[in-house]
């Protein structure tokens, strides 16, 4: 039996990837270092925003995407959070719209300028005060508007309505243990939790 019987050869085996230039990546940034499992960055076609080490509190960038290469380090940040920032996600129906979740139990909503920032941004558009510890998950609906969901430390998944800063749906008591990730069907009508407790619910 001849060994190309066995493996079969990939059509991909001469394609190789090229690493983009210097000038065209982003350098520089001081990414959070908090230990948190986030991927600490969300991109729409506009922008890019990253959360970034700060002292006395949290903050992101919120970069346009042409703006490549070495950042400075003065360069304005969103840095409103008196803890730091966990989790970030832009609004997939306003390319200016970003929620952020913090260590200081909140989540925050901004609205950030047609052009980027010019200077630092303190002040968010809607502050939601409803977990009692911090908060590591912010995703928002894929086809409402307006319709936002955060879990905590304290287990607890919130449905919340931007526009009136309200709570929609409290699920409490239902996850025994840490909320590790969250995930909306593509029409939004379900969503689904990982748990550490080695659950999967829906």
Not at 29 to 53: G, H, L, M, Q
Not at 85 to 97: E, F, R, S
Not at 166 to 175: F, N
Request: glycine letters at 8%; charged letters at 20%; proline letters at 5%.
């Amino acid at each position: 039996m001849s060994f190309r019987k066995v493996v079969r050869q990939s059509k991909f085996r001469h394609v190789f990837g090229q690493p983009v230039k210097t000038d065209q990546c982003y350098d520089d940034i001081r990414v959070s270092r908090v230990t948190w499992d986030s991927t600490f960055c969300a991109v729409n076609p506009s922008f890019v925003a990253i959360i970034v080490e700060a002292s006395g509190g949290g903050a992101f960038l919120v970069l346009p995407l042409h703006k490549t290469g070495r950042i400075d380090k003065s360069y304005p940040t969103v840095c409103g959070h008196t803890g730091p920032v966990l989790d970030i996600d832009w609004c997939p129906h306003n390319d200016h719209v970003i929620a952020s979740g913090s260590e200081d139990c909140t989540v925050m909503v901004w609205q950030i300028p047609e052009n980027g920032l010019c200077q630092p941004l303190t002040e968010p558009v809607v502050v939601l005060e409803g977990h009692s510890k911090r908060v590591g998950i912010v995703t928002w609906h894929p086809t409402a508007r307006n319709v936002l969901l955060s879990a905590g430390c304290d287990n607890v998944v919130l449905i919340w309505n931007v526009g009136t800063a309200e709570e929609l749906y409290r699920l409490d008591g239902l996850h025994p243990d840490l909320i590790y990730s969250v995930s909306w069907s593509r029409d939004g009508s379900r969503f689904c939790t990982a748990c550490k407790d080695k659950s999967v619910r829906s």
